[in-house]
Nanobody
Framework: QVQLAESGGGLVQAGGSLRLSCAASGRTFTYYAMGWFRQAPGTERELVTA????????YYVDSVKGRFTISRDNAKNTVYLQMNSLKPEDTAVYFC????????????????????WGQGTQVTVSS
């Protein structure tokens, strides 16, 4: 069992920055590829970014490329999402998720590949 706890959400003006953190406890953190998803009202949950177990491979959805950065600190059992140049369309609840991966360089792209989820943190970007 893995417990995930997100923090760092809030209200920010367009063009601003936020840094989300996701602290993991329980099973060995390095067994898991990690991802950040988001869900805005009336929309489906989407994968925003993901990182491999090693931290060396990352994925970003096109809409956040060049603005968001995912990283992980395996010594601290924490994954981060640095969000810069925020836009009103980034407004959503952001969820951290962990999924087992047999490949230290593998990326989990689909929700079904994630076994554990955090409760979510609200990010609101005002125009």
């Amino acid at each position: 069992q893995v417990q995930l706890a997100e923090s760092g959400g809030g209200l920010v003006q367009a063009g601003g920055s936020l840094r989300l953190s996701c602290a993991a406890s329980g099973r060995t953190f390095t067994y898991y590829a990690m991802g950040w998803f988001r869900q805005a009202p009336g929309t489906e949950r989407e994968l925003v970014t993901a990182v491999s177990r090693s931290g060396f491979r990352t994925y970003y959805v096109d809409s956040v490329k060049g603005r968001f950065t995912i990283s992980r600190d395996n010594a601290k059992n924490t994954v981060y999402l640095q969000m810069n140049s925020l836009k009103p369309e980034d407004t959503a609840v952001y969820f951290c998720a962990a999924g087992r991966s047999g490949d230290s360089s593998g990326i989990n792209y689909y929700q079904e590949e994630y076994d554990y989820w955090g409760q979510g943190t609200q990010v609101t970007v005002s125009s």
